[in-house]
């Protein structure tokens, strides 16, 4: 069967941008690289996939689709060749086929190592939410890349990484391997919880959703963790994600399900205080979740029973009914503060802080509070 | 191919080295969970349930996606990879809705069973139910994707075994779920063919409630258009068979089941067309015409040769009564069988109401009795001009006899013809004298008694006759005749008398001169006496100017006491152990079958009942009783793949001729489907049969089942 190489730059993660800087800066030596792999494997043909939205980088032959940690795997680019969503198929002799060809895949990072005389590590340093690549030698030892000195946590690879203490930087080298493709550094005034929790929300996203383990598994964990920082945990939260996580990466179904898992362990074992300090004491440390927030009230003098913040409010937190002063049910609201501009009588405000005004408890008509 | 030893659970096992560890597992007896994997489809591995480990692998391995390696041990009851089945499970349930007596898949859902097996852990997870609604816009199928579990078979069966991908997988506010690929199913080039539902293991895929029958078995219920047929003719074949451009392996499939397709193609009552799934979408298959333009198209007669092979000769010998449908289905099997058949027909060519007692223009004479040729081509022997008097006389010199004589006298009301006026004839005799060349005395202007088909039949006849013709009936707009029809006979000329009651034929000199008549608002048949009760209009008594009447007013077996077996007061030959009218009679060894035990009734009917009594007289002769044969091989590519706006190809008419050319001749109404409308209608067939290929639904206990068999054996 003929073959086609595609060369995969959707396969970074949120927390790498590798792929871009080598088509940007190295393109020549990517070229090179690529042109090699397709004379051992004989392609005849080469197919550059683009995530939605990239520049074009002036190359022929290109396809865009969505970036996706299971696209370095030939069937899932398949599918995306072929308009559906990615999916891995990980199956003893499996060949995946697009118009007639054997699919092979290649990454700019392998492509430029496979052409270049020095074997290089093109690492994503994020630090105070901008990033840079570094480019150092493989085995370049992680902490000549970022000392991350003062920081509170470091992320490793990603999505499929996880977290370690500054200290342990010089334990890790630069290579090939998914740890040294990100180095995210979170200073001391990060919560770990929110910070995982916003690491859950990527890794659900970023799930390619075909095995259920992943899919669903993504979705739990996320969805507990959202509960973290505003306090919803219930007992046993932590338990249960130190329950399932390990389940979830010996049972997953690819790559990306069998490492997502390590960033939450990693996280849950280096920052055991801080989750349970949010969990048991509903309390964080960092001094960034449980911040009393403004307050939205409605006037019981002003309000005319009219409605039309009901109709407002997305959450469904006002109560009341025709020609009764509405009421804001203060655990559904989300502070979006659309209820406000909807009201023409001015009747609904933003209390920021000190004493609240008396307010009803119970539906009262307009005029008798 | 080559095979491999491996051990599961402590077992020896022999697999060929392409299964993999889940194939050789289930074919051993040795039960895996899975639920995304399907026999039919390829492996996904996406469910996790099938995980097992292997020594000296770290963690689990998917069973559904690794071969089978010579040495390998497995373990599918390992601890470590029932937890993560159990996690599966878990996980599955908190999107798919808690409750399962309220689903209609209840009791048949693969998932349930599967948690059942696996076991529940009842870890505190997040209930995450989909909150999509139900989708019913689809006249045939239900989606209910609230209940989906993402398992793919669906998106998998229609895009790999179907070639059409109307489903496909799409993430909707962060969560992914089964979607139509494009506006509706229609949209979506969907071909209907109900594999996604026959692969979903839940009840988020289903066929609408009403689309089948639920009161026969479901191989037959789920391709209607043979369930309808009495003959059970296998139809989706035969039309792909014609969408194939293979018309004669398209007739031989037909002639499985029934020997005279032209004849069906031709005045069939296609019974098969009320359930035809298309009916839904816009409207039925035109299945009669399909089979008469494979029959008129069939040049190579590829399954002669084995239609003409017959069992050897077991010395037993039949006689059958009557050279209608009926007996000459009947006689063809039971020579197939082995049995030497004599058929003795009253008139002087066979074919019953085929050749006397339908009109030329529906059913040309020639068309039969080249039908008729194949069967005495097959060693049955036709005698013509020998009415029988007595079968059981007849009986004596056979070793069985048959009487299939069908309804063949025309009723005709005496009370009306009081002065036994010559000119009355029936329908039949009408049908009978004109296809057989007989005189009858009809003069110019005939009045037709009756408003079913029998009396358009008679009008269309005598209009070709060049008589005037009034048809006279007591339903309003003669309801009781097919509308095309009446609606043919109407266009050719005929003149309708409806909402009229007769009150007597008038007549001068011996000679009919009229039908006196009154017009009723409306009329019913007494329920227990069935005597006519009408709303007359007062005063509304005239003279319908006529020669002579014809009367299609139903017919009879016209059978006495003196034919030898004890009928019915109707005429109808009984079994006096049930005393109901039976393929079995009042003397053994002598059956009967067709419209003289059922009532007048379709061509179809009368070949069907051939086959019935048939088999039971193969068997009372001592044979097996089969007489289901397979004429031609036939293909069934289930990767249909898509044709532009399926949906919307409307059903074909045939081409008819002008009312004013027809009149003029005997010739067929229509000239049948040309070569583009028979493809093009053969294409709308949603080869509902296809569905059948898949495999159903296995239960884990239907593997302990089987395990328990192979140790019993």
Not at chain 2, 451 to 474: E, H, P
Request: proline fraction near 4%; charged fraction near 25%; glycine fraction near 8%.
């Amino acid at each position: 069967m003929e073959k086609l190489l595609v060369c995969s730059c959707a396969v970074n993660d949120p927390y790498t941008i590798s792929s871009a800087y080598l088509l940007e800066n190295e393109l020549d030596t990517v070229k090179a690289g690529i042109k090699k792999y397709a004379g051992m494997l004989g392609a005849s043909e080469i197919i550059y996939f683009l995530p939605e939205g990239s520049k074009d980088f002036g190359l022929e032959n290109v396809a865009y689709g969505q970036a996706s940690p299971v696209m370095d795997n030939p069937y899932a680019i398949v599918q995306q060749l072929k308009g559906n969503l990615p999916r891995p198929m990980i199956q003893d002799d499996y060949v995946a086929e697009y118009e007639g060809k054997e699919v092979a895949v290649i990454t700019p990072e392998v492509a430029y190592n496979l052409a270049a005389s020095q074997k290089t590590a093109f690492i994503t340093v994020t630090k105070g939410g901008s990033s840079e690549i570094k480019a150092v030698p493989f085995g370049t030892k992680l902490n000549e890349v970022e000392d991350a000195a003062g920081a509170k946590a470091v992320l490793l690879g990603g999505l499929r990484g996880k977290f370690i203490l500054p200290a342990s930087l010089a334990d890790y080298a630069a290579g090939d391997d998914i740890l040294s493709s990100s180095i995210t550094v979170f200073g001391p005034e990060a919560c770990m919880v929110v910070v995982t929790a916003d690491l859950m929300t990527k890794t659900w996203m970023n799930s390619c959703n075909k095995c259920v383990l992943c899919r669903d598994g993504t979705f739990q964990v996320k969805t507990i963790m959202d509960d973290m920082p505003v306090g919803k945990s219930k007992a046993g939260d932590i338990d249960l994600l130190k329950d399932i996580a390990p389940l979830i990466k010996i049972g997953a179904y690819c790559p990306y399900g069998q490492n997502w898992p390590n960033t939450l362990l990693s996280a849950l074992e280096l920052f055991a205080g801080e989750f349970d300090a949010h969990t048991k004491k509903k309390s964080c440390p960092a001094g960034v979740c449980f911040q009393a927030g403004a307050t939205y009230i409605i006037l019981p003098d002003k309000c005319t029973g009219c409605g039309d913040c009901v109709d407002a409010c997305d959450y469904t937190a006002i109560e009341g009914k025709k020609k009764f002063i509405h009421m804001i049910d203060q655990d559904m609201c989300e502070h979006c503060g659309e209820c406000v501009s909807s009201c023409e009588e001015e009747a609904i405000v933003k209390w920021e802080g000190g004493k609240l005004p008396k307010l009803p408890k119970k539906l009262t008509k307009v005029g008798k509070f | 191919m080559a095979e491999v030893k491996l051990t599961i659970d402590g077992r020896q096992i022999v697999a060929d080295e392409s299964k993999t560890v889940l194939e050789a597992a289930l074919e051993n007896g040795i039960y895996i969970p899975h639920l995304c994997y399907h026999e039919d489809l390829h492996p996904n591995g996406g469910c996790r349930l099938c995980v097992v480990k292997q020594e000296g692998v770290d963690g689990v391995i998917t069973s559904c996606s690794t071969k089978v390696q010579e040495g390998m041990v497995i373990n599918t009851k390992d601890d470590l990879a029932e937890k993560v089945r159990k996690l599966s499970c878990d996980f599955m349930f908190k999107t798919h809705p808690s409750e399962c007596t309220g689903c209609p898949k209840y009791g048949r859902c693969l998932l349930a069973s599967i948690s059942q097996y696996v076991g529940d852990t009842g870890r505190a997870l997040r209930e995450l139910k989909l909150r999509v609604t139900a989708d019913e816009t689809n006249p045939l199928m239900l989606h209910e994707m609230y209940r989906c579990i993402l398992c793919g078979r669906c998106v998998r069966a229609c895009g790999e075994l179907r070639g059409v991908g109307a489903l496909k997988f799409a993430k909707v506010d962060g969560r992914m779920r089964v979607v139509i690929d494009g506006d509706s199913l229609a949209d979506a080039d969907c071909r209907f063919c109900g594999a996604c539902v026959e692969v979903c293991p839940t009840g988020s895929i289903r066929d609408k409630v009403g689309v089948f029958r639920d009161d026969i078995p479901r191989e037959q219920a789920l391709i209607p258009c043979s369930a309808e047929c009495p003959a059970h003719i296998s139809i989706p074949e035969y039309i792909r068979a014609i969408y194939d451009g293979e018309y004669s392996t398209s007739v031989g499939i037909i002639r499985e089941k029934v020997p005279f397709p032209h004849a069906l193609g031709l005045v069939c009552n296609n019974r098969c067309e009320n359930n035809c799934k298309h009916k839904h979408l816009n409207s039925s298959l035109s299945i009669r015409n399909l089979k008469r333009f494979a029959a008129e198209h069939d040049e190579d007669k590829i399954w002669l040769d084995n239609y003409l092979k017959v069992a050897p000769r077991t010395g037993k010998k039949v006689a059958v009564i009557g050279g209608g449908a009926c007996g000459l289905t009947a006689g063809y099997y039971l020579n197939k069988k082995g049995h030497d058949v004599t058929v003795f027909e009253s008139k002087k060519i066979p074919g019953g109401h085929m050749t006397s007692g339908m009109p030329e223009y529906r059913i040309p004479t020639q068309a039969v009795l080249d039908e008729v040729k194949v069967i005495e081509d097959s060693g049955v022997k036709i005698v013509c001009n020998s009415p029988i008097t007595n079968a059981a006389e007849l009986k004596k010199d056979y070793d069985a006899v048959l009487v299939a004589i069908g309804t063949s006298v025309g009723k005709k009301l005496g009370y009306l013809n009081k002065d036994n006026l010559p000119q009355v004839f029936s329908a039949l005799e009408l049908l009978q004298a004109q296809r057989l060349n007989q005189e009858i005395d009809l003069g110019d202007t005939v009045c037709i008694i009756g408003g079913g088909n029998v009396a358009f039949d008679a009008a269309g006849t005598l209009l070709r006759m060049k008589k005037t013709v009034n048809v006279v009936c007591l339903e309003k707009d003669a309801s009781q005749a097919s509308p095309e029809e009446r609606d043919t006979a109407l266009e050719e000329g005929a003149n309708l008398f409806d909402s009229h009651s007769n009150e007597a034929i008038v007549g001068e000199n011996g000679h009919v001169t009229g039908l006196q008549v009154h017009k009723i608002n409306s009329f019913y048949f007494h329920p227990e006496t069935r005597a006519l009760v009408e709303d007359a209009i007062p005063d509304s008594t005239y003279i319908i100017p006529c020669d002579s009447i014809v009367f299609a007013a139903g017919q009879v077996t016209g059978l006495t006491e003196d034919f030898g077996i004890e009928l019915n007061k109707f005429g109808y030959p009984i079994d006096p152990k049930t005393g109901k009218s039976e393929y079995t009679t009042s003397v053994e060894g002598v059956f009967a079958a067709g419209d003289v035990i059922t009532g007048t009734r379709f061509l179809i009917d009368a070949i069907a009942g051939g086959r019935e009594v048939a088999e039971l007289m193969d068997k009372y002769l001592g044979g097996d009783g089969v007489i289901d044969e397979q004429l031609v091989e036939r293909k069934a590519d289930p990767y249909i793949g898509t044709i532009d706006q399926f949906a919307e190809i409307a059903r074909h008419e045939m081409d008819v001729r002008p009312a004013e050319e027809r009149r003029e001749d005997f010739a067929p109404v229509s000239t049948g489907f040309t070569c583009e409308q028979g493809n093009c209608e053969a294409s709308r067939c949603l080869q509902c049969d296809l569905r059948l290929q898949i495999a159903g639904p296995k239960f884990w206990n239907d593997y302990v089942k089987a395990e328990d068999e192979e140790v019993n054996a």
